[in-house]
Every structure is written in C-alpha cells, then in structure tokens.
C-alpha cells in the first residue's frame, strides 16, 4: 500500500458512496487508476474488508452500548473467543493485557437484551469473571 492508496482510503472512509470521477479529481489521477486502486484493494487480502452504514447520532442514542472486561480461566482465551463470537449482541473483541483478558464492546436495543446477554456470556464455560460498563455517551473526535 503506497500513499495513493492510503489517500484514497482516507476520502472512502469519510464518505465511501463519492463516486469516481470525484475521487479521481481529489486525487489528480484518473478514474481508471481509482477504480483498479479500488478493485485492488477489494480483492482477496486486500485493505478493504467492507462497506457500511454510519447512521445518524439521534439514532444510535436509544441503542445500550456497553464494554465488558473479561477474565478467563487458564489456557482458554481461543475457546472463548469463538464462543463470544456467536453472540450477535458482541460487536468487537479485544485482546488486551493486565488484569482482563479481553474487552468486548456489546449493543443491544434494550436494557432487557443487555441483561440476557449478560447472563448468557457469564456462562461461557472459560470466562473466570467479568466487569462491564454501559456507556452513556460519546464524543467523537
């Protein structure tokens, strides 16, 4: 990846629907080569995992996001993470040192959802303790 590349990357990342030609402009390139930079990078092992959907704050205001600190027994770092993985309310996970294991950051709509998640991942054979906290708001940089 050269600095073409992580430019182009940068104007997808604030707004990946601009189309070509736009880009091409911002970049002094052709459409040609945004596109192939584009394929490239879509292609197998390429920078580009995905496209997504950034909604409006006001929406994601009601949604419960929270992050939860886990312990785990022994050697089962792998095991767990492959279970945390089948929970649809787990958003990410982290690897981490000191005193957690992990971190994962969950999202559910309601604090009904939260609690069943909570109960359901505390049992996760593997998972010696946990710690979580909801979070009320965030500011983005």
Known sequence: MDELDRRLLALLRADSREPVASLAAKLKVSR???QNRIAKMLGPGGAIQ????????EIEASRVCAIM???IE???SAAVVRALKGFPEVDKIHTTNGRWDLIAELEVETLA???RALDQIRMVE????????????????
């Open 32 to 34: 040609g080569t945004v």
């Open 69 to 71: 600190s886990i312990a």
């Open 126 to 141: 593997g998972i010696a303790s946990t710690e979580t906290s909801i979070l009320l708001a965030t500011q983005k940089l």
């Open 113 to 115: 959802e939260f609690s």
């Open 50 to 57: 995905a496209f997504t959907v950034r909604t409006r704050p």
């Open 74 to 76: 022994g050697e089962r």
